[in-house]
């Protein structure tokens, strides 16, 4: 059983920065593949990055290449996803997820266990 929690979502102007984190319990943590997905109101749960849990390979949605970094810190059980250049096309509920023995999916099905989210709000 894994329990995730997320944190460090607030408000923030366009061309600004924030670090999302995302605490797992759990003795695993290593063995699980780790993802950010994002929703906006109206709009479905979309993948935003994952990383394996082997090597750290990593994978990233194209709206957020190279603006977005996803890290994990094993000795921690914790995931990071650096945010920068924000747009306020990137306004969403921001959830944590982690797939077990994975080596990173974009897919919601994929994934065991999820967070409860946190916001991220974007002003123009």
């Known amino acids: 059983q894994v329990q995730l929690v997320e944190s460090g979502g607030g408000l923030v102007q366009a061309g600004g920065s924030l670090r999302l984190s995302c605490a797992a319990s759990g003795r695993t943590f290593s063995s699980y593949a780790m993802g950010w997905f994002r929703q906006a109101p109206g709009k479905e749960r979309e993948f935003v990055a994952a990383i394996s849990w082997i090597i750290s390979s990593t994978y990233y949605a194209d709206s957020v290449k190279g603006r977005f970094t996803i890290s994990r810190d094993n000795a921690k059980n914790t995931v990071y996803l650096q945010m920068n250049s924000l747009k306020p096309g990137d306004t969403a509920l921001y959830y944590c997820?982690?797939?077990?023995?994975?080596?990173?999916?974009?897919?919601?099905?994929?994934?065991?266990?999820w967070g409860q989210g946190t916001q991220v709000t974007v002003s123009s």
């Open positions: 997820a982690a797939a077990f023995g994975a080596s990173g999916s974009s897919l919601l099905g994929d994934y065991d266990y």
